[in-house]
């Protein structure tokens, strides 16, 4: 049966990403209007009352704007971390406490079809995590909202056949933009956001171990724009000699992506 993955919106803006395996149907964050998720759901051939269960990587608003809404309207379980549960509860509203799941970094669960591994990222946030899915045979990763390069992350993502990686900003950009200092200041801090370049040098590492395909996400909309990200880290590719192993794109901050299926040793875009 098919592995899909559809990134519904991915950038500072807000995030949505829809997993998919046989009867498995999950989100991971839901950071816009409950509504704009549903709808961009349905663009991706999925309906938002089939879902069931959010996975959130942290409670920064573009990633749980719209997981109140959601979980109030359509009553399916929410999965994050403790700190992350006492850092959201007063923002996304009541919450049953039955729907209240609580997971930890490096301790998978299985969901489903699916075994679920949540992992530490470098973030200024209260336990953030990526997330790793796989059916035994072929893994998603999902790693955005990262300060820095960190063995920790780059494992656990390795041999990953699609990869949803952060490539928030051009540095250049960012310090010559106007944002306020403090913000410049935190975006490239040890736990801001990944540049185009550090996500070039990531991308080169993970494609010698065994990452097979790499979404490029979490664009900033001030700081970035896809054809910029992705060169950046294509020319990255280039000087690390890894360039043309890994097919590359990029998650679009605005809506639907397309819809990737995992195949078993290889991934194509519907
Ligand atoms: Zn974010
Ligand atoms: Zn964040």
Sequence with gaps: MAFVFAPLFSGSSGNALYVERDGTRLLVDAGL???????????????????????????H??????????????????YATDPTWEAMAEKIGRVKPEQRRIVSPGEPIEFGCLRVTPFSIPHDAACP????????????????????????????????????LESNHDVDMLRAGRYPYELKMRILGQTGHLSNDDAGIAAARLCRRGVKQILLGHLSHENNFPELAWESVACRLRELGAEGDIPLGVALRGGLSGRYVLEEGEVGAE
């Excluded at 549903?38 to 990587?57: P, R, W």
């Excluded at 059916?135 to 699609?162: F, M, N, P, Q």
Aim: glycine residues 12%.
């Design 33 to 59: 209007p409950g509504k704009r998720v549903a709808a961009e759901l349905e663009k991706a051939g999925a309906s938002i009352e089939d879902v069931q269960a959010i996975f959130v990587t942290h409670e």
């Design 61 to 78: 608003m573009d990633h749980i704007a719209g997981v109140g809404v959601l979980a109030r309207r359509w009553g399916m379980p929410v």
């Design 129 to 164: 995590v990526g997330y790793t899915f796989t059916d035994g045979r072929r893994k998603l990763s999902v790693a955005t909202d990262i300060g820095c390069l960190r063995e920790d992350w780059l494992e656990a993502v390795e041999g990953s056949d699609l990869l949803l």
